[in-house]
């Protein structure tokens, strides 16, 4: 359990998360409208968007498709019958004077999540419920020195809100929360997860209470939190908040906070609504939403091999630690990435280099797999002049930095560089006889303290440019320096 210190004694934080999920479509929630990120304001709006006088709304039946995507790969009951309620609430970026959501019966129950924590225990997260709704426009306010003008294009666009339970208890619960599930929805293709853009938001529910204490305190929401970051530090922040207004002999406030990434603070939004005062009502222009049993069973057999599934399978058929396991499925282009080099190689050696040299390559540069210099081919290439002996573990370093730089194969690279291992014993033997000889005072060291072999091993590898084989190294060095 993790427990904050306070001034008369130990709190417990209580959280649960409202995660927003922009759907992957190519159209919005109910209308035809695009959704591509980054176009010129108000240039993808269709009339259901801006609310015009008798525009019905059409549900898009790819936004629902992903939707029960998600909820099967969530471990979530599906609804066969759903309702699209309206939210009743006046702001500018709305443009009908209400949101299109769902309230009593949405479109997915009950699921669940399993994270991983840092001492490698595992918890169950649970999830309450994911429901289809529609996004609202976007205010712009440095437009202008005195107004503040309304942009549309997100007007429309489908979200899924996923719910879960308050069974979080610390900002590294919730950051591997969030992380485990924008995996999941990766893998799926239903969000690209990207919280930079706003294809991904959270509202985090904080309260606090006595550690010992069964009942939940009051909670504050605070909203649109876009990166794992901010939710830590906003969570943070606002359980020390809560735990010095009570301590202080106040009580906390059931209300609605910004997070300011600046200031590393929350401050007050509005006080929180509660359900009624929305006005849920369902949709006259839309009918139940209902869906056939064929349909979910065709949805979960398409769906793909997801994060623990996979992790299972690589710690059993390629031999891999739990850690490396889970660091190579966090993304589904790395564990792809991964499985191309391995294949047909030592798996275990792969996930090194994967993880190590290749790894530090990308964050170096700062791109993605899809940007990288370096194909999994070309890895896979240099595992094998490792295994067959055309280079040496020394060797492949360079080499590769040299693919790196240049973006070429490996076995051209050790032609035109000549960097062919030398397993000539004859000319290795030279090689030691020649250090051996110039270092008698080493030697004798050596006979006094045989860890000083190692200094000779370097001294050969010098010598021969790091070309030499290390085996063979050791082999006749250990002879003549024995001799």
Known sequence: MSLIKGETGDWEIVMGL??????????KLFSGAPTTFGADPNTQVSLVDAAMPGMLPVINAHCVAQAVRTGLGLNAKINLRSVFDRKNYFYADLPAGYQISQYKDPVVGEGAVEIELKDGATKTIGIERL????DAAKLLHDQHPTQSYVDLNRSGVALMEIVSRPDLRSSDEAAA?????????????????NMEEGSMRCDVNV???????????????????????????????EARRQIEIIEGGGTITQETRLFDPGKGETRSMRSKEDAHDYRYFPDPDLLPLVLKEEDVARWRAELPELPDAK??????????????????????????????????????????????????MLNRRGVAIGQSPVS?????????????GTISGRIAKDLFVAMEETGKDPAALVEERGLKQVT???????????????????????????????????????????????????????KALDA
């Open 18 to 27: 409202e995660v927003h999920a922009q759907v992957v479509s190519q159209a």
């Open 131 to 134: 429901h289809l709704e529609q």
């Open 177 to 193: 929360y969030l992380t485990k599930l924008r995996s999941i929805l990766r893998y799926l293709g239903t969000c690209d997860g």
């Open 207 to 237: 309260s606090v209470r006595r550690a010992g204490t069964s009942a939940y305190g009051t909670r504050c929401e605070i909203k649109n939190v876009n990166s794992i970051r901010f939710v830590r530090q906003a969570i943070e922040h």
């Open 311 to 360: 992790k299972a399978r690589f710690v059993k058929d390629y031999g891999l630690s739990v850690y490396d396991a889970g660091v190579l499925v966090a993304e589904q282009e790395t564990a792809l990435f991964f499985e191309s080099v391995a294949k047909g190689r030592d798996a275990k050696q792969a996930a090194n280099w994967v993880t190590g040299d290749f790894f530090a």
């Open 376 to 388: 999994a081919a070309h890895l896979g290439r240099l595992l094998d002049l490792i295994a067959d």
């Open 424 to 478: 000539d014993t004859g000319a290795i033997e030279a090689a030691v006889r020649a250090v051996v000889e110039a270092n008698p005072d080493k030697v004798a060291a050596y006979k006094a303290k045989p860890s000083m072999f190692g200094w000779f091993v370097g001294q050969v590898m010098k010598s021969t440019g790091g070309k030499a084989n290390p085996k063979a190294v050791n082999d006749i060095l250990k």
